[in-house]
């Protein structure tokens, strides 16, 4: 299937979905030809998919808008291994990492694009965290990674990193808070925390 672009791809416990575009000026007709594709009805083993960057085709033909669903793909080079490409990788654990029984509430991993006709202008990779409830005094954790390197290595490094991934409340009755100040100088401002656990001592 060619896609045109990846809009972004978001993970939660219930959601797990990729935003792309196809060339199609008719929206049902490409919701149909991507369901289609993408049928899995019944089968035991996953959909293997795999995804391949692709030249720029030189050969595709002048054509109506309404047949764009038919434009041949791009050819791949003979000498074609995605291992060497470029690569920027996101670990954000796994999806138990992520249901109701470790932290209240229910979070949400969103990757791509925004949409630079608005005037947005940048990559997403963030994490939402939905009617959590914390407790005065208590504070929620998740530790993350981001790495770059060759695409053949990060299944390797992602692993690696996966079992660090930790999502966590940490309960008012875990830790003692420790005094943080805010300094003002004329136009300048620093803030300063205790330099202990549970100190109540700063100092400019």
Known sequence: MHVAFLRHWSYAPSDKK??????????????????????????????PIEIRPLRKSTTFPQVEASTLTKLPLASVPADYNPNNLEAFTYVYGMGEDYIPSIVEGRGRRRVGSTDNTRGRDYTVFNIN????????????????????????NVQGTAASLRAKVAIDQIGFEEWLPRRVDIYTSNSKFMVKASSSSGGQLTTW
């Open 129 to 152: 965290w939905h009617k959590g409830r914390l407790q005065a005094g208590s504070t929620y954790t998740n530790r993350g990674y981001y790495f770059a390197g060759s695409l053949g």
């Open 18 to 47: 990729v935003w792309f575009a196809v060339y199609s000026t008719d929206g049902s007709e490409a919701a149909s030809t991507v369901n289609a594709i993408f049928d899995n009805t019944e089968n035991v083993a996953a959909l």
